[in-house]
């Protein structure tokens, strides 16, 4: 009896200490989600759109799983650690019940020692060999009485003792079960947000945030000025394609222009200003001779 209350007395205490120092990881992994949940706000306020909506999306999932492990924490509590603990009682007072069986066992082989010494020593006092024998028979009766009800104690303290500790593990099964299928349904929800966050609409505002000028554009001719940079903060828009009725005209047009030069004959080519010095001092001097022939003939 007394080696089955130490084995209990260790086995549940450790147990009990395992258990309580499981719930406090539990707790303290609560904590540190709750410092990722707000980390995880705070960096969703520095991003675009797409990817600040699915960090927030998954920071208050995360936000519900810790809610749903603080349940976790409190339950593991309430129906495993502290059942555990009251053990610590119940085994407490077993010892008591079983000092007073040993105390009576004892008082018993006293008596009985008292009685032969006394048959020894004085085997003519029957009164007294009376007395030691009654006191004996008295002391035998408790210690009977009390073997009885340790026995049923311990008997009581077994069964119970087997029914809690199968009732505190199906508690902790159950909560953990609880807890982790809640957590896996949020979790599913979560990992579909983010399988659906669309990261290309974001990486295409930052390439358009990040785009600060246009290709300078160098012109071919000599004379014109230096080229010039035009910023714009926006892609260059595609420009319009080819209009095929505009180039099927366009291409009529040219081949009726050079028709009609090859009908007229080659164009006058313009006189230069130097062929048209020339000519005016030709008239000059035709208009002097013309002059000295009419003041000859006066003559």
Same mark, same amino acid.
């Given at each position: 009896?007394?080696?089955?209350?130490?084995?209990?007395?260790?086995?549940?205490?450790?147990?009990?200490?395992?258990?309580?120092?499981?719930?406090?990881?539990?707790?303290?992994?609560?904590?540190?989600?709750?410092?990722?949940?707000?980390?995880?706000?705070?960096?969703s306020s520095t991003e675009d759109l797409e990817f600040q909506t699915g960090l927030k999306n998954l920071a208050e999932d995360l936000a519900m799983v810790q809610d749903y492990r603080q349940a976790q924490v409190d339950r593991l509590e309430t129906?495993?650690?502290?059942?555990?603990?009251?053990?610590?009682?119940?085994?407490?007072?077993?010892?008591?019940?079983?000092?007073?069986?040993?105390?009576?066992?004892?008082?018993?082989?006293?008596?009985?020692?008292?009685?032969?010494?006394?048959?020894?020593?004085?085997?003519?006092?029957?009164?007294?060999?009376?007395?030691?024998?009654?006191?004996?028979?008295?002391?035998?009766?408790?210690?009977?009485?009390?073997? &009885?009800? !340790?026995?049923?104690?311990? @008997? $009581?303290? %077994?069964?119970?003792?087997? =029914?809690?500790?199968?009732? +505190?593990? #199906?508690?902790?099964?159950?909560?953990?079960?609880?807890?982790?299928?809640?957590?896996?349904?949020?979790?599913?929800? &979560?990992? !579909?947000?983010?399988?659906? @966050? $669309?990261? %290309?609409?974001?990486?295409? =505002?930052?390439?358009?945030? +990040?785009? #600060?000028?246009?290709?300078?554009?160098?012109?071919?001719?000599?004379?014109?000025?230096?080229?010039?940079?035009?910023?714009?903060? !926006?892609?260059?828009?595609?420009?319009?394609?080819?209009?095929?009725?505009?180039?099927?005209?366009?291409?009529?047009?040219?081949?009726?222009?050079?028709?009609?030069?090859?009908?007229?004959?080659?164009?006058?080519?313009?006189?230069?200003?130097?062929?048209?010095?020339?000519?005016?001092?030709?008239?000059r001097d035709e208009t002097d001779d013309d002059a000295e022939e009419e003041e000859e003939e006066e003559e």
């Amino acid at each position: 009896m007394e080696q089955t209350l130490k084995l209990a007395e260790k086995n549940l205490g450790e147990m009990c200490s395992i258990l309580a120092s499981y719930t406090r990881k539990k707790a303290k992994l609560r904590d540190r989600a709750d410092l990722l949940v707000a980390q995880l706000f705070d960096f969703s306020s520095t991003e675009d759109l797409e990817f600040q909506t699915g960090l927030k999306n998954l920071a208050e999932d995360l936000a519900m799983v810790q809610d749903y492990r603080q349940a976790q924490v409190d339950r593991l509590e309430t129906k495993v650690v502290a059942p555990l603990k009251a053990y610590g009682d119940i085994v407490k007072n077993k010892k008591m019940d079983l000092k007073k069986l040993s105390s009576d066992l004892n008082r018993e082989q006293k008596e009985l020692q008292k009685l032969e010494r006394m048959r020894q020593k004085s085997p003519g006092d029957r009164q007294g060999i009376s007395q030691a024998e009654l006191n004996l028979q008295q002391a035998s009766t408790n210690a009977q009485r009390s073997i &009885t009800q !340790l026995e049923d104690t311990i @008997m $009581d303290f %077994q069964r119970q003792k087997l =029914l809690d500790i199968k009732t +505190i593990f #199906i508690n902790f099964i159950t909560v953990e079960m609880s807890f982790y299928a809640k957590a896996l349904e949020v979790y599913t929800h &979560t990992y !579909l947000n983010l399988e659906a @966050m $669309d990261t %290309q609409k974001d990486l295409q =505002l930052f390439s358009a945030r +990040i785009k #600060i000028f246009d290709p300078p554009v160098w012109s071919l001719d000599s004379q014109s000025s230096p080229p010039t940079i035009h910023y714009s903060s !926006l892609p260059p828009s595609s420009s319009n394609p080819p209009n095929p009725v505009s180039a099927e005209t366009s291409g009529a047009a040219q081949s009726h222009a050079l028709q009609r030069g090859r009908d007229e004959g080659p164009a006058p080519r313009p006189h230069s200003n130097l062929q048209h010095q020339a000519d005016k001092k030709g008239q000059r001097d035709e208009t002097d001779d013309d002059a000295e022939e009419e003041e000859e003939e006066e003559e």
